[in-house]
């Protein structure tokens, strides 16, 4: 796996920081927020799998009442290194009637995985929907969703690893990291 990386594009220490600085933003606007306030609760929604590990990491830092709720969305099948379209494969949200939910996904691309969802969670009646990224593309459709929170901004290149896959693989990586060419334009 390790002989795959082309380079390390954020370590593993570089994420631990942010993480934790987004924890504790995600946390003050909370408690700061209209209809917020430290007993409102929380309704934690990560994007499965890619958001998985950031997730994991993120709430274990936000020390705020919260319900976890799981959506899985494909829009990367197999070996492709580009979106092709985003579509909604299992829910199991709860039920988000007047909830203040934080949907969480790993990197904005195209966009539409985060627009998607979004808009799925408004329709469940939540009161307020707040998202969060760790990873941004630099290219215009990534810019054009509004998020509330971005981690880093990023190259327009293919990247895997703390949850971000190619194929399934390279998700469990600490490192976000790129992989040598011949990897992804192998066949088959
Ligand atoms: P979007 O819908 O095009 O914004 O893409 C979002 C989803 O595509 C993410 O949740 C990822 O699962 C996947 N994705 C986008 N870019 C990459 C990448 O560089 N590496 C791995 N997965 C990616
Ligand atoms: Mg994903």
Redesign the pocket.
């Given at each position: 796996m390790r002989r795959d990386i082309e380079r390390v594009l954020i370590s593993q220490d570089r994420i631990a920081l942010r993480v934790h600085e987004l924890a504790r933003q995600i946390t003050d606007d909370h408690r700061s927020s209209p209809g917020g306030g430290a007993e409102v609760e929380l309704t934690i929604v990560p994007?499965l799998?890619?958001?998985m590990i950031f997730c994991a990491d993120l709430i274990r830092h936000i020390p705020i009442a919260m319900k976890i709720g799981l959506l899985a969305?494909t829009?990367?099948p197999g070996r492709s290194?580009a979106?092709q379209g985003?579509r909604v494969i299992g829910e199991m949200t709860g039920d988000l009637r007047g909830r203040h939910v934080l949907l969480v996904?790993?990197?904005?691309?195209?966009?539409?995985?985060?627009?998607?969802v979004k808009r799925m969670l408004k329709d469940s009646g939540a009161a307020a929907v707040r998202t969060c990224v760790l990873?941004r593309?630099d290219r215009p459709?990534?810019r054009e969703?509004e998020v509330d929170y971005v981690g880093f901004e990023i190259p327009d290149?293919?990247?895997?690893g703390y949850g971000?896959?190619?194929n399934n693989y390279y998700r469990n990586l600490p490192d976000i990291v790129t992989l040598k060419a011949h990897v992804t334009q192998r066949t088959a």
């Open positions: 994007v799998t890619g958001a969305v829009s990367y290194v979106s985003s996904d790993d990197i904005l691309d195209s966009g539409g995985t985060v627009r998607l990873l593309k459709s990534a969703v290149e293919f990247v895997v971000l896959d190619f």
